[in-house]
């Protein structure tokens, strides 16, 4: 091992919030460091993904997935290093992804190899954050649920919303490289200077300045044919009211919402789907993972000649977690948020 | 011409109605009995069709259908006699179906003809009534609703909100052919017994007696994989919490917003279509109509063998069309709403 730590840095659900997490829902510990499991591996966690969906499994209850337990590790998606391996699939300094957990180091045991999703990465293909953000769930949530469920055509109107964040940076630029108009729905008058100028999107709505449905008339003059929606509330009650005939909404997520302690504002303009015959769709990346190499494949080459862009905002220490989780509701982060939990050694 | 009459009553919409509908809404009113017009034909309207989507075209603003004027002649779909003609396509004697309008004649010039759907009926197929449900505008949209944007397989279940309405009687009875268990929604004990004793639905949950998610719990339980919704609100919301993995929901109405005069409820419960996959789309008849032959054909031929009945409630006189509407928002109907305008001479 090449491991100079004695104790592993734990995050534990330590209860259950009502609205948004607060510091009382965390407990932060130290763990002896786990031992290599037979048949199995230990990983030095490198830099964690934060997600919005973190927020859905801290609630009581099955969803897509289940819920994480009190005194559990927080569950997280990361990228690591090998430090030891009892299984020929991996070895001692290899790069890897997979639900790694808020913690600096992660055992493996044999038998869950598969559902922690393990895989080796290729960081000669793209440094460490971009496996977090576009060549990770964001980047194959947003790949796939454009794509696949959405199934724009060159020549139509995409717009996505959460347009500079991890997911929506990506639906974006794949938009654009298909043929599409794109436009973004971000808040700030920073954001949405990036998603157009960096991006490549034809326009981007400020959402804090102004009224999304303007930004919708004089952005999408020909309405909107697929709407990638990842807040919900209002502006997906808006993005209705434009649609197009036989337009595709994506449903990958709904910000607006996670932290309600009301019940969840359902679209009152989904009566539109009816007059519009179209269609609103969820999307769960984990459907797709036999394909996720496809995607890592396009989306690394477009990276690589320089049509496509991946911005990620990194924050130090894994004391941060809890506070730094909070900037996705805020909408403070700017890019995909990636907390480093330690330096490559 | 075989008609003694030489008056044309008629129903115009003389104001908008803000919730339900009134009599200072309508206009019942006596024209001279229009012309036979050049390349045209002149119909005596014999029955139409009651329909909720009426509610939609008495509002301001264009739909998936343009409104309905003030002064103008309420639109209806209905099935009538030529009694005059100017063209080879219908002869006199022909029974028709199209939007013949709420009146006793109804003159159609010969470049209205398509726009108004005029179709000559086969009534040695079906009797006449049925041709303003099963094989009109109601089965039409059940079929093709459930068959194309549903897409049930045998073994699924399916549920169906106003199950003994014109639409939901079809839908049930399709699905059922299909080989798929059937659970229809319905109000009130004689409906529901109608659905399963006589349509050979599975089971009905009766929303007035009872609560519809223990409905659903009891009868879907292997959950639900597509539910045609009628009626939206509380209902959809309810079968929102009971879809299976992919799921389809068919958006066909939500006459339980119509004469609402509040903000329709959208969907609380829209983010099952992400935790599950799940597809909500609309249906418009009129997508179809090159295909009605087919299903007219197909569900005929059930009918002929028993397999499938299909049931109206029929009012007599044009004058009472405006309290016969509101039994559609009332579910005082019991089948598919028809008011007979004249006997056939």
């Known amino acids: 091992m090449t491991t100079t ?22 407990q932060i510990a130290d763990a002896p460091m786990p031992a290599l499991p037979p048949g199995g591996v230990l990983v030095r966690n490198l830099m964690l993904s934060l997600d919005p969906a ?31 391996s009892d299984t020929s699939a991996f070895s001692v300094g290899d790069h890897v992804s997979g639900m790694l ?46 794509l696949d469920v959405g199934q724009p055509k060159a020549g ?15 639906v974006g630029q794949v938009a654009r490289i298909k043929g599409c108009r794109v436009v973004g729905i971000a808040g700030g008058a920073a954001k949405c200077e990036f998603v157009v100028k960096e991006l490549g999107f034809d326009a981007c709505i400020d959402y804090k300045a102004g009224s999304v449905r303007d930004g919708l008339k004089a952005h999408c003059p020909k309405g909107v044919d697929v709407y990638f929606d990842n807040v919900g509330g209002d502006i997906l009650d808006t993005v209705l009211t ?9 449903i990958c997520g709904a910000i607006s919402q996670y932290n309600a302690t009301a019940p969840v504002k359902g679209p009152s303009n989904y009566l539109s789907l009816l007059v519009n015959r179209a269609r609103m769709e969820g999307i769960v990346v984990f459907d797709y993972a036999r394909r996720y190499p496809e995607a890592v494949r396009e989306i690394a080459g ?3 000649e320089g049509k496509f862009i991946s911005r990620e905002d990194i924050v130090d220490g894994i004391d ?20 480093k939990v330690a330096d490559e050694v």
């Open 101 to 146: 957990g808020v913690q600096q180091f992660c055992a493996i045991e044999a038998k869950a190899l598969a559902m922690t999703g393990l895989t080796r990465i290729d960081v000669g293909m793209a440094p460490l954050p971009k496996w977090l953000n576009a060549l990770g769930m964001p980047g194959m949530t947003a790949y796939f649920g454009l």
């Open 54 to 84: 973190m927020r859905g499994w801290m609630n009581e209850g099955r969803s897509y997935i289940e819920a994480v337990g009190i005194g559990d590790v927080m569950r997280a998606g990361g990228v690591g290093r090998i430090i030891a």
């Open 5 to 26: 730590a004695t104790l592993n840095r734990r995050v534990l659900l330590a209860s259950r919030p009502v609205g948004l997490p607060t510091s009382a829902n965390w």
């Open 242 to 250: 434009r649609i197009n005939m036989k337009a595709r909404i994506v």
């Open 320 to 339: 941060h977690f809890p506070e730094t989780l909070l900037k996705l509701f805020s909408g403070e982060n700017f890019g995909k948020l990636v907390l």
């Open 156 to 170: 139509e109107t995409v717009v996505v919303s959460g347009a500079a964040g991890a997911v929506g940076q990506t």
């Open 302 to 304: 477009w990276m690589a």
